[in-house]
């Protein structure tokens, strides 16, 4: 009996040993909540500023009061904003353009990469850049427009939560697609 008893334990006490590893478990890695992204669609914005562009009908403009033409378009559902800014051309496009691409730039500490996608519209007179920041930046997509001579309008995406590649990567692609859309429907007055 005392043999068994004593078996019994070294057989208990063996498997205890052997089963014993330094693996540590390892987390799952965080999940995220399901995105609704509503269906596309689109309406004109012409207000008393020198352009027309479409916009999506999900979203609604907000008004800088200092100047007439500087806006926010506002995305309420995915708590993201594009900042319109409209200067007037006074011979310093050089400067419009210097300032464009020092704002996009400053977010290489953060960025991965920068890509830069020209656009232009010669029967418009319609020219400009798409800037896709990919990484952690504040501003996922910036890009300017310009007729070259007389008008430039800059914008930036940006979100009013913390940035996080892998959550906002479903939004940011749907929105890109909308500031594609306004890019190539934007016309000067």
Not at 46 to 73: G, H, L, N, R
Not at 127 to 139: D, H, I, P, V, W
Request: one cysteine or more; aromatic letters at 16%.
């Amino acid at each position: 009996m005392k043999t068994r008893f004593v078996l019994s334990i070294a057989v208990f006490m063996f498997l205890i040993i052997t089963s014993c590893n330094n693996d540590k478990p390892v987390p799952r890695p965080r999940g995220y909540f399901r995105i609704d992204l509503p269906e596309k669609a689109y309406k004109v914005y012409d207000d008393e500023c020198p352009f027309v562009f479409e916009m999506p009908v999900y979203s609604f403009i907000i008004k800088e009061k200092e100047d007439y033409c500087w806006m926010d378009i506002y995305f309420p559902l995915n708590q993201a904003t594009i900042y319109l800014t409209y200067k007037q051309i006074n011979n310093d496009l050089n400067a419009h353009l210097e300032d464009s691409h020092e704002f996009v730039y400053k977010h290489t500490v953060k960025a991965d990469a920068i890509e830069e996608v020209r656009f232009e519209n010669d029967s418009l007179k319609v020219y400009g850049m798409l800037y896709n920041l990919k990484g952690n930046t504040a501003s996922q997509i910036q890009f300017f427009l310009t007729d070259s001579t007389n008008h430039f309008l800059r914008g930036s995406l940006y979100f009013n939560v913390p940035p996080n590649k892998d959550s906002l990567a479903p939004v940011i692609d749907f929105i890109r697609v909308d500031i594609e859309h306004l890019m190539e429907s934007f016309e000067w007055k």
